[in-house]
């Protein structure tokens, strides 16, 4: 019989590799797109890259645009298969305590509900920390906006420049919306 914990660690793993190579083909299209579009600056507009070189400026347009979302959902899909053993021997090992400490009879034995119950929602727990973790490595290892570090790469001080974000279409129509509504009640 095939264990079904191999099989999903095998899936995950053709997953997380194809994550990677997926990340590398971007990647890869990404250097080629900073390429060119350093040499449209050169020639519409070179006030924007100014004392920036044309490996610095790849650098930044990779950083920039990079999708490094694969990389951390490879990473744990990875954690979560060599996790996966060590959460099960823990998970067990909780469950023979908790039926010392409770004196359990024997609906508690494995194979019963409530041990279905448990380890399944052990096991999720395990797999959602590793999504946790790598969610927060995410966003704090996030890379500078590509505008600002273009900027900061030119010597232009970010401090004193203020870069606008647009409003989001969902907000000018709440204020189309709620001015009609003032204007309906005049």
Same mark, same amino acid.
């Given at each position: 019989?095939?264990?079904?914990?191999?099989?999903?660690?095998?899936?995950?793993?053709?997953?997380?590799?194809?994550?990677?190579?997926?990340?590398?083909?971007?990647?890869? +299209?990404?250097?080629?797109?900073?390429?060119?579009?350093?040499?449209?600056?050169?020639?519409?507009?070179?006030?924007?890259?100014?004392?920036?070189?044309?490996?610095?400026?790849?650098?930044?347009?990779?950083?920039?645009?990079?999708?490094?979302?694969?990389?951390?959902?490879?990473?744990?899909?990875?954690?979560?298969?060599?996790?996966?053993?060590?959460?099960?021997?823990?998970?067990?090992?909780?469950?023979?305590?908790?039926?010392?400490?409770?004196?359990?009879?024997?609906?508690?034995?494995?194979?019963?509900?409530?041990?279905?119950?448990?380890?399944?929602?052990?096991?999720?727990?395990?797999?959602?920390?590793?999504?946790?973790?790598?969610?927060?490595?995410?966003?704090?290892?996030?890379?500078?906006?590509?505008?600002?570090?273009?900027?900061?790469?030119? +010597?232009?001080?970010?401090?004193?420049?203020?870069?606008?974000? +647009?409003?989001?279409?969902?907000?000018?129509?709440?204020?189309?919306?709620?001015?009609?509504?003032?204007?309906?009640?005049?």
């Amino acid at each position: 019989m095939i264990n079904p914990f191999a099989v999903a660690g095998i899936v995950a793993a053709l997953i997380a590799v194809l994550l990677v190579l997926r990340w590398f083909i971007a990647v890869a +299209g990404l250097r080629s797109d900073a390429r060119s579009e350093y040499a449209a600056r050169q020639g519409d507009r070179p006030q924007t890259i100014e004392g920036v070189d044309q490996p610095t400026f790849v650098r930044i347009y990779v950083d920039g645009h990079a999708p490094r979302w694969t990389l951390y959902a490879a990473a744990t899909l990875i954690a979560a298969i060599l996790i996966t053993p060590f959460a099960l021997y823990a998970l067990f090992a909780f469950w023979d305590w908790i039926i010392v400490v409770l004196d359990a009879g024997e609906w508690f034995a494995p194979g019963y509900y409530p041990w279905m119950f448990y380890l399944f929602f052990g096991l999720i727990g395990a797999w959602a920390l590793c999504g946790y973790v790598a969610a927060r490595f995410h966003h704090r290892r996030a890379p500078e906006a590509f505008q600002a570090a273009l900027m900061r790469a030119r +010597g232009e001080p970010l401090d004193d420049v203020v870069i606008r974000r +647009g409003r989001p279409k969902w907000a000018r129509r709440a204020s189309v919306i709620a001015a009609q509504r003032e204007n309906s009640e005049d």
